[in-house]
């Protein structure tokens, strides 16, 4: 299942969100969105789980939860 997570402080990096990810099962992929021009964090980014009854447990776990000072909004990327 692809999972989007969103409000994310610039500062999380991609082994940021796999550490939060990984306690729940297994991750394939994990991508943070970057401003092409300046290389910095979009703010958002997507984390790929093989196994969707351990991506729903990741969602429901980590949705509203504080990351780095900001509540995360993490969801089913549509």
């Known amino acids: 299942m692809n999972i989007y997570v969103g409000n994310l402080?610039?500062?999380i990096t991609e082994d940021d969100l796999r550490e939060a990810f990984g306690s729940y099962g297994e991750i394939s992929?994990?991508?943070l969105i970057t401003?092409?021009?300046s290389g910095e964090s979009k703010g958002f980014g997507f984390v790929e789980m093989p196994n969707n009854s351990e991506a729903?447990?990741?969602i429901k776990g980590l949705n509203e939860t504080p990351m780095k000072g900001r509540n995360v909004k993490v969801n089913q990327a549509k």
Request: cysteine-free.
């Open 29 to 31: 992929s994990v991508s």
């Open 35 to 37: 401003d092409k021009f």
């Open 9 to 11: 402080a610039y500062s």
């Open 56 to 58: 729903d447990a990741a």
